[in-house]
């Protein structure tokens, strides 16, 4: 900890007089570098306890939470900032919430006060997640709230985001999503030309619904019949690379073709997009595949 004194004078009236520091500025707690470095943490997507440990570490001090937090949202208060760096890979997503909206009116409560009445509203939360090779850590390249999910809605974000130099001349190599209809209509209009990935996820959860179950099994004996497919089908994922896993997925269906038809259909609709992760995989071997497969493992609820 460095301590300052710092002048104080004082007008022949006996006020106070203000004299401005190009060291130091009024109420600063940390120098510019280390601002710095709270902007490139912020793109790898560290936490704010990560940077307060690894400001610790290097430079010997103990900077708050609330401190870190006011620097990594100043950098950040302008949409139109353009991006430090373009990551490789995009994920995109749509989280749905409920908020109270004000209604206008006002109502009395148990002791006669007058209390504004909200009603509930979904609105979904639109968010565009950057993804490096060299940090297993995602961050928030951008946000926007809307009322669905359609071509106009995810057009919006894309496009402010195109404006801040996220395109595939920088480097942008991927995007995973779901599979939204609005989301691919946007996708085809702004980057035509960027691979993309869908869900492996959602992928196995609608092949799960399309096998088709003999009526003389039990629930337990379908379950496992279920899973054993589900298990041959996610060893295609698992494959060296596209070509190995195009070939499992060739044997599979032509095994299956005729008890499994609507099994098999799914599965085979959109394959391009479904291993557009194995091209980045040769760039990048070493970045883990839960990572770049999947639009629900950045939350940590699970990894495909």
Request: charged content about 25%; proline content about 4%.
């Amino acid at each position: 900890m460095l301590r300052f004194w710092l002048p104080r004078l004082r007008c022949q009236c006996h006020g106070s007089v203000r004299i401005p520091f190009s060291i130091l500025k009024p109420y600063q707690q940390i120098w510019e570098d280390v601002t710095e470095q709270i902007g490139r943490w912020a793109d790898l997507g560290l936490s704010l306890r990560q940077m307060q440990a690894e400001i610790g570490e290097q430079m010997g001090a103990q900077v708050g939470l609330r401190t870190l937090n006011q620097e990594a949202q100043a950098l950040r208060m302008s949409p139109d900032l353009e991006l430090t760096r373009c990551p490789p890979v995009v994920m995109l997503d749509a989280i749905w919430m409920t908020l109270l909206a004000d209604t206008g009116q006002t109502k009395a409560d148990s002791r006669q006060r007058q209390r504004p009445v909200k009603a509930r509203r979904k609105v979904c939360v639109l968010v565009a997640l950057g993804l490096y090779p060299q940090s297993r850590r995602w961050g928030i390249l951008g946000w926007q709230l809307a009322e669905d999910e359609s071509r106009k809605s995810w057009q919006s974000l894309l496009l402010g985001l195109a404006q801040r130099k996220l395109h595939r001349q920088r480097g942008l190599e991927l995007f995973i999503h779901d599979g939204s209809k609005g989301l691919i209509a946007a996708l085809n209009y702004l980057h035509p030309h960027v691979r993309r990935q869908r869900c492996i996820f959602h992928k196995l959860r609608n092949l799960w619904q399309r096998i088709q179950v003999a009526e003389s099994l039990t629930s337990q004996q379908a379950r496992q019949f279920k899973r054993r497919l589900l298990q041959a089908i996610r060893a295609i994922f698992e494959a060296k690379d596209n070509r190995q896993a195009t070939e499992l997925q060739q044997a599979f269906c032509k095994d299956f073709a005729h008890t499994q038809p609507d099994l098999v259909a799914t599965l085979q609709r959109d394959w391009p997009e479904t291993i557009a992760f194995f091209r980045v995989l040769q760039r990048y071997p070493k970045w883990p595949r839960s990572a770049l497969r999947s639009t629900v493992s950045w939350n940590g609820s699970i990894a495909c």
